[in-house]
T-cell receptor, first 113, second 112 residues
């Protein structure tokens, strides 16, 4: 059992380019989340999904979009990357949304130049 | 809404104890504690769901004071493996259920 996988591990991207960060879980968890982590700011929620077919906005959703076509996959897209989106991105999942343990993926380190 | 963690950093010798606090300006439904080692993903430690609840994980325990809107993490007889950054994640009453707002973290360094 892999848990949660993220791809790519790291990426350097030119400003203005489109980028999709991939996240896949094999635990059949209903809820999935995307966070960004910046030095000194902790983890901030970007978007979440309660279940396949639904998504919601977190604390810092601007400049990002997500989709949840099935239970396992929750891709995060930057339509036109900007340098302020340089960060480490973590995907997480939980069995349900009702105060449940969140399991984190290994992260994607993204640098936008 | 972001909870405040204190201290920001602490250095311990092996075997010493530490307390990490997490305080919120909002009423809390639950508090989650995570530990993150450098370059790795956060790892779940425990959830506290109601006021007065206390939980333990090895020599790490936590309490939740609902009235004071705060939680404390207690590390007893620290080991080298306890080094890392500790985050509290808070679920706020009236907020989006299941969404966690994390503190900025407390960096713990345990020296031999």
């Amino acid at each position: 059992i892999a848990g949660i996988t993220q791809a790519p591990t790291s990426q350097i991207l030119a400003a203005g380019r489109r980028m999709t960060l991939r996240c896949t879980q094999d635990m059949r968890h209903n809820a999935m989340y995307w966070y960004r982590q910046d030095l000194g700011l902790g983890l901030r929620l970007i978007h979440y999904s309660n279940t396949a077919g639904t998504t919601g906005k977190g604390e810092v959703p601007d400049g990002y979009s997500v989709s949840r076509a099935n239970t396992d996959d929750f891709p995060l897209t930057l339509a036109s990357a900007v340098p302020s989106q340089t960060s480490v991105y973590f995907c997480a999942s939980s069995n349900n949304r009702n105060t449940d343990t969140q399991y984190f993926g290994p992260g994607t380190r993204l640098t936008v130049l | 809404q972001q909870p405040v963690q204190s201290p920001q950093a602490v250095i311990l010798r092996e075997g010493e104890d530490a307390v990490i606090n997490c305080s919120s300006s909002k009423a809390l439904y639950s508090v989650h504690w995570y530990r993150q080692k450098h370059g790795e993903a956060p790892v779940f430690l425990m959830i506290l769901l109601k006021g007065g609840e206390q939980k333990g994980h090895e020599k790490i325990s936590a309490s939740f004071n609902e009235k004071k809107q705060q939680s404390s993490l207690y590390l007893t007889a620290s080991q080298l493996s306890y080094s890392g950054t500790y985050f509290c994640g808070t679920e706020i009453y009236g907020g989006s259920q299941g969404n966690l707002i994390f503190g900025k973290g407390t960096k713990l360094s345990v020296k031999p």
